[in-house]
């Protein structure tokens, strides 16, 4: 099996920072892609920023030199540092990683459980 663990979320004014994290773990024999989505209420869930395991990475217009998408030397942990909050940030924050399975080798993508970013005017 493989596990997601998300944190770093919370209530934030406009401006403040936060930084979210996601921790891979189980059975995995090796971490291809990584991305941050999120989902206002409403609305549809949208990719925030990516990162590749080249470490190649992308952003959404909207967060674009305001967030900053990075993966630790292990590749197993994504972090999305986030500054100059806005209102129009706040959503429920998804991490996504594609990565094959040890022993099946099955490739897919698995998602971690959410965190809330609330960010007040």
């Known amino acids: 099996q493989v596990q997601l663990v998300e944190s770093g979320g919370g209530l934030v004014q406009a401006g403040d920072s936060l930084r979210l994290s996601c921790a891979a773990s189980?059975?995995?024999?090796?971490?291809?892609?990584m991305g941050w989505y999120r989902q206002a209420p409403g609305k549809q869930r949208e990719l925030v920023a990516g990162i590749t395991s080249g470490g190649g990475t992308n952003y959404a217009d909207s967060v674009k030199g305001r967030f900053t998408i990075s993966r630790d030397n292990a590749k197993t942990t994504m972090y999305l540092q986030m500054n100059s909050l806005k209102p129009e940030d706040t959503a429920v924050y998804y991490c996504?990683?594609?990565?094959?399975?040890?022993?099946?080798?099955?490739?897919?993508?698995?998602w971690g459980q959410g965190t809330q970013v609330t960010v007040s005017s």
């Open positions: 996504k990683v594609d990565l094959w399975v040890t022993g099946t080798m099955r490739y897919g993508s698995y």
């Open positions: 189980g059975s995995i024999f090796r971490i291809n892609s």
